[in-house]
């Protein structure tokens, strides 16, 4: 097994690090000491979607959870547990749920519901987790659209479904209830891959609540 990438890693972080503290000194001291992001991102695992890159943001201006085929589960502990940090603690004024075009974990889900995987029975830690999203494929009309187009359907309909879900959250409709407590905005967003540009689909407040 071939180590080089690893070691590549490394060797590009120390000249960031140090390209970093050439241009600004402090940059690191100031950042160990506190985080103040206003943005809270949920997106896919998906390599090609790094938020940090694809915004131009630095450390310390995004606040992040990451799964396959950016899913917000409302039994999901761990995605509750940072939503929770994001807005009680952290102070996050806005949660952006952001899914992408040629979603690997879409394209699954479609498969599944066609009942064409290879053992459309079988149960692991991916199609359980991807269950509530291949459920909502089923209930999409995808007879009429190309592969290419259901797909793109399917992105919207799930980033959709996931803004939604987030705003059904504990974490959210008490920040929405309370009127002294910092208002947050939920955004769903999607990335095209093959343009490298983000669109805005679809935004939640308290004042237009579900």
């Known amino acids: 097994?071939?180590?080089?990438?690893?070691?590549?890693?490394?060797?590009?972080?120390?000249?960031?690090?140090q390209s970093v503290m050439k241009d600004t000194p402090d940059f690191f001291a100031r950042s160990a000491t506190v985080q103040k992001p206003k943005i809270l991102w949920i997106g896919c695992s998906?390599?090609?979607?790094?938020?940090?890159?694809?915004?131009?943001?630095?450390?310390?201006?995004?606040?992040?959870?990451?799964?396959?085929?950016n899913q917000f589960h409302l039994h999901d502990d761990s995605a509750l547990s940072v939503l929770t940090f994001a807005v009680k603690e952290v102070g996050i004024e806005h949660v952006v749920l952001v899914?992408?075009?040629?979603?690997?974990?879409?394209?699954?889900?479609?498969?599944?519901?066609?009942?064409?995987?290879t053992n459309s029975t079988a149960s692991t830690p991916l199609t359980r987790w991807l269950r509530p999203l291949t459920a909502l494929v089923r209930s999409l009309d995808l007879s009429a659209c190309?592969?290419?187009?259901?797909l793109n359907k399917v992105v919207e309909a799930n980033v959709i479904k996931q803004v939604n879900n987030i705003c059904k959250s504990e974490p959210i409709t008490t920040a929405w209830a309370d009127s002294g407590a910092k208002r947050v905005t939920v955004h769903g967003w999607i990335y095209d891959l093959a343009e490298g540009r983000i669109r805005e689909l679809v935004v939640r407040d308290a004042q237009a609540k579900l």
Do not use: Y
Not at 2 to 17: R, V, Y
Not at 146 to 150: C, F, G, I, Q, V
């Open 146 to 150: 190309s592969a290419s187009e259901a």
């Open 1 to 17: 097994m071939s180590h080089k990438p690893i070691q590549t890693l490394l060797n590009a972080n120390e000249e960031w690090a």
């Open 99 to 117: 899914g992408h075009t040629n979603c690997g974990g879409a394209m699954a889900c479609i498969e599944a519901a066609k009942g064409v995987t």
């Open 46 to 69: 998906d390599s090609r979607v790094p938020e940090s890159v694809i915004t131009a943001s630095k450390p310390g201006d995004i606040f992040v959870h990451r799964n396959v085929a």
